[in-house]
T-cell receptor
Framework: EAQVTQNPRYLITVTGKKLTVTCSQN?????MSWYRQDPGLGLRQIYY???????DKGDVPEGYKVSRKEKRNFPLILESPSPNQTSLYFC??????????FGPGTRLTVL | GESVGLHLPTLSVQEGDNSIINCAYS??????FIWYKQESGKGPQFIID?????DKRQGQRVTVLLNKTVKHLSLQIAATQPGDSAVYFC?????????????FGKGTHLIIQP
């Protein structure tokens, strides 16, 4: 089954404790993205990757890092999380020019 | 800045009626538009898309209309069912946009009345 998976689905952490949210897709897609979703603000792109070892900033990249060492994986790293990063995070992938497939979401709470 | 927006944050319709969800966009360089459906606790799911060289596209119970003159996109859902209850997002992709380059609207919550 074609899908995008994210782990963990739920995470509660404390300010400053580094964390990683994993994302994996099995559709051999070139493009992968991370979004955050907040009430009243919709989906905002954090980072995206056009292919292995190619990443670029989206609209709200501050406080986040990503890496793309393999085509299928695109982890999101928060080196020093802060409460304003409490949000619902979605990973997505697509082929060139194609529609995006979204993961199930990761709900992060930073205390 | 340029953005994609929806006219109504909430739309309530009777079960069995047709629903029309609207979206206005401002980037005249956009050439690809998508509608997504997001149910509670889930990620957005693709519904239907349309490219700028078309003005109408139909799927199963859904139709997307694109009016480039007034930069307006709409999603029509025929014979609305309880399972259609969700938040609907439109998204646009400007020509040459980086990676997927999608810009999302804030969403319309469709509520189905029995």
């Amino acid at each position: 089954e074609a899908q995008v998976t994210q782990n963990p689905r739920y995470l509660i952490t404390v300010t400053g404790k580094k964390l990683t949210v994993t994302c994996s897709q099995n559709m051999n897609h070139e493009y992968m993205s991370w979004y955050r979703q907040d009430p009243g603000l919709g989906l905002r792109q954090i980072y995206y990757s056009m292919n292995v070892e190619v990443t670029d900033k989206g609209d709200v990249p501050e406080g986040y890092k990503v890496s793309r060492k393999e085509k299928r994986n695109f982890p999101l790293i928060l080196e020093s999380p802060s409460p304003n990063q409490t949000s619902l995070y979605f990973c997505a992938s697509s082929s060139r020019g194609g529609r995006q497939y979204f993961g199930p979401g990761t709900r992060l709470t930073v205390l | 800045g340029e953005s994609v927006g929806l006219h109504l944050p909430t739309l309530s319709v009777q079960e069995g009626d047709n629903s029309i969800i609207n979206c206005a966009y401002s980037n005249s360089a956009s050439d690809y538009f998508i509608w997504y459906k997001q149910e509670s606790g889930k990620g957005p799911q693709f519904i239907i898309d349309i490219r700028s060289n078309m003005d109408k596209r139909q799927g199963q119970r859904v139709t997307v209309l694109l009016n480039k003159t007034v930069k307006h996109l709409s999603l029509q859902i025929a014979a609305t069912q309880p399972g259609d209850s969700a938040v609907y997002f439109c998204a646009e992709k400007p020509t040459g946009g980086g990676a997927d380059g999608l810009t999302f609207g804030k969403g319309t919550h469709l509520i189905i009345q029995p």
